[in-house]
DNA sequence: CATAATCTCTTCTCTTGAGAAGAGAAATCT
DNA sequence: AGATTTCTCTTCTCAAGAGAAGAGATTATG
């Protein structure tokens, strides 16, 4: 996956601390989707269709960063895991709303560790400090968002 | 690849923020690599290499997130592309040294807009702000790896 | 209406990653 | 020294992702 191709930030090693902890964040994705015995990519859908709601196999496959062949196939082992279900949508009969119906058993134990760990680390940090750490993560979303679609861009124009 | 499992911190929406974050730092990545011709694993691969020098494929397959079978197709094809060098190490037969030798032309052109969107947000913190954000990498790094280890540990104990 | 253009999902083929098994080299133990 | 254990890389098989192509449904246009 998929691996992320930080953009350094300019300070001496800060990119290597940067660097650092998206492969600490990954590393940790593949290490709860095998404790559940699912794929990375399974997991991470699944935890976007818990916090989403039910979602078209497109809108999902998007926000995974999947191209729509690979997301027909990841909603087959979801719903043949038993963990989602498809339903036609009655509005649009080109579409298929992705139900979540299940969860892994184990999700939350698996998630615990790490989601004590990070909790702790916020709660040292004052409300002005969260802000900044929060107001980074909107503005760096949109700017890689941004960067991805100007290279996107770039490279559509130079197609056949 | 692999994509990350976020472990939502707790504020309203934050968990939906920083999923964000991460989901645009990766679809940048991916977009990076078609930009370069390459698989966004490949593409990490030649980065980490390019920051820390020369790497015996161990501990560059372990830096990118990779078991040994697929590091060494990995190495194949960025020796292939002609990236990459593969010495013997004189003082370990057993092991091999793989040395970046050149860079795809267009890396720079194709980091430049990621690259000048965080450095400008960055641009926009104080010192102190920054500290908050480079304080929170490093110890948030450090927590995502323990947790991966406890669930690895955890795993091998349930294994045969 | 009817036709064309667009959209959404699925199917297919090829490349890439995971994990098990194995070969060669070094370290450790007796 | 000889045997065992450990380490490092490679090879092999199977599952998962990329992208092209196609089927079915909707929307826009003449």
Redesign the interface.
């Known amino acids: 996956?998929?691996?992320?191709?930080?953009?350094?930030?300019?300070?001496s090693d800060?990119?290597?601390?940067?660097?650092?902890?998206?492969?600490?964040?990954?590393?940790?994705?593949?290490?709860?989707?095998?404790?559940c015995e699912l794929g990375?990519?399974d997991?991470?859908a699944l935890?976007?269709l818990r916090?989403s709601g039910a979602l078209s196999p497109g809108e999902l496959g998007g926000?995974?960063?999947l191209t729509t062949g690979p997301t027909t196939r990841l909603i087959d082992r979801l719903e043949r895991a038993g963990y989602v279900r498809r339903v036609p949508d009655a509005r649009d009969r080109r579409k298929v709303i992705v139900e979540p119906i299940g969860t892994p058993v184990d999700l939350d134990r698996?998630?615990a560790?790490?989601?004590q760990?990070?909790?702790?680390?916020?709660e040292g940090?004052t409300p002005e400090?969260?802000d900044?750490?929060?107001d980074?993560?909107?503005?760096?979303?949109?700017?890689?968002?941004?960067?991805?679609e100007?290279?996107?861009a770039?490279?559509a124009d130079t197609d056949g």
Request: aromatic fraction near 10%; avoid cysteine.
């Open positions: 996956m998929g691996e992320p191709v930080s953009t350094p930030p300019m300070r800060a990119s290597e601390a940067y660097r650092r902890y998206l492969s600490a964040v990954m590393l940790h994705g593949q290490a709860s989707a095998r404790a990375a990519t997991l991470y935890n976007i916090l926000r995974a960063g698996v998630m560790p790490a989601r760990k990070v909790g702790e680390i916020l940090y400090q969260l900044v750490l929060f980074y993560f909107d503005r760096a979303a949109l700017a890689y968002r941004e960067a991805a100007e290279l996107s770039a490279g």
